[in-house]
Nanobody, 124 residues
């Protein structure tokens, strides 16, 4: 059974940084793409970033491009989301996810397995 465990969330002031980690288990990590999503209260879950199985391809949403970076370490079964220049509008629960594809995917419905989420709160 695939399990995803996120960590690294917390509270920071605007302009600060956080790095989220997601450790995967239960299948061969290096064969599948990974994604980070976020959901703010009362809003839909939206993609933040996605990375291919090899790490050679990545997509960032327009709202975080230039501030966030997604990366992965296949030897450690871990995907990361480095978040810099954080803004109050980045406040949300952040989820990592994976599905059945090796490439990048931006739609929630393309993902089968989800972590429990980690809260990120950015104060002004």
């Amino acid at each position: 059974q695939v399990q995803l465990v996120e960590s690294g969330g917390g509270s920071v002031q605007a302009g600060g940084s956080l790095r989220l980690s997601c450790v995967a288990s239960g299948r061969i990590f290096s064969l599948y793409g990974m994604g980070w999503f976020r959901q703010a209260p009362g809003k839909e879950r939206d993609v933040v970033a996605t990375i291919s199985a090899s790490g050679g391809s990545a997509i960032l949403s327009d709202s975080v491009s230039g501030r966030f970076t997604i990366s992965r370490d296949n030897a450690k079964n871990t995907v990361y989301l480095q978040m810099n220049s954080l803004k109050p509008e980045d406040t949300a629960v952040y989820y990592c996810a994976t599905g059945l594809y090796s490439g990048t995917r931006e739609r929630v419905r393309d993902y089968t397995y989800w972590g429990q989420g980690t809260q990120v709160t950015v104060s002004s």
